[in-house]
């Protein structure tokens, strides 16, 4: 009888832990995420023209042959006005024949040759001549200047110290307009933003030409370019 009433006893116990139940208390950890930018205006210290040399003629050979010429005049002047054939790169090359429709048929046209090429002048100061000894040469299309920094490293530096002050910065007006205040930093997430965006210019092929044969050098001024650094930074709130 003992070891029945026993049995019993033990089999309630177990009853009443089973129907007990354990609530848990999910703590949620209060985040708060900004975007911070930082900027470092920069002077650049050297400039890529892209420029062309386009020819037409009924024959193709004959087309071909004038560019070649052309450009050898081209390459040659920008050597002498201080570039390295390193610093002279071929951007692109093409060919295609003129066509119109006349009475319902295609009518072919003169053949056009263009050879594109890049020249980096490492004196922003000298672009202007450098461009006025190429259209001299026989350049006679301009399509756009980029203008670089070759170290951005320290102003690279400096934008991200700027973008992550801009952000705590943030962070710390937001909390505090809600009650609350910044704890450690969670996670930080950088976007870099390329600075070196070309800048396109029109160039009319006759006005450079009449610049080129006059004694004023055709004007290039560099500005300033932008370092910009992004970052999104989430942060404990406490």
């Known amino acids: 009888m003992k070891k029945g009433y026993s049995i019993i006893i033990t089999a309630a116990i177990l009853m009443m832990l089973a129907s007990c139940t354990v609530k848990q208390v999910q703590v949620q950890n209060r985040q708060i995420s900004v975007t911070g930018t930082g900027s470092v205006s920069v002077e650049p210290d050297y400039v890529t023209i892209t420029m062309s040399v386009r020819t ?36 692109d090359y093409d060919i295609y024949q003129e066509s119109h429709w006349e009475n319902n048929r295609q009518v072919r046209g003169n053949y056009q040759v263009s050879n594109k090429i890049s020249a980096i002048v490492r004196t922003i100061s000298n672009a202007g001549s450098v461009i006025d000894a ?70 009319n092929a006759m006005m450079l030409a009449d610049s080129a044969v006059s004694e004023a050098a055709t004007g290039i001024n560099a500005g300033k370019t932008d370092i910009s650094v992004t970052v999104n930074v989430t942060y404990a709130l406490k």
């Open 56 to 91: 037409s003629a009924k024959e193709l050979t004959a087309a071909t042959k004038e560019n070649a010429e052309k450009m050898e005049a081209v390459t040659n002047a920008l050597i002498e006005s201080g570039l390295t054939k390193e610093d002279i790169s071929t951007r």
């Open 134 to 203: 190429a259209v001299k040469a026989g350049a006679n299309e301009f399509s756009s200047l980029s203008f670089g920094v070759n170290n951005t490293a320290p102003a690279v530096k400096q934008a991200r110290i700027l973008a992550m002050k801009n952000a705590e910065e943030t962070a710390k007006l937001l909390a505090g307009t809600g009650g609350a205040d910044i704890g450690k930093i969670i996670s930080i997430n950088e976007v870099y933003e390329p600075y070196n965006t070309p800048r396109a210019v029109k160039m």
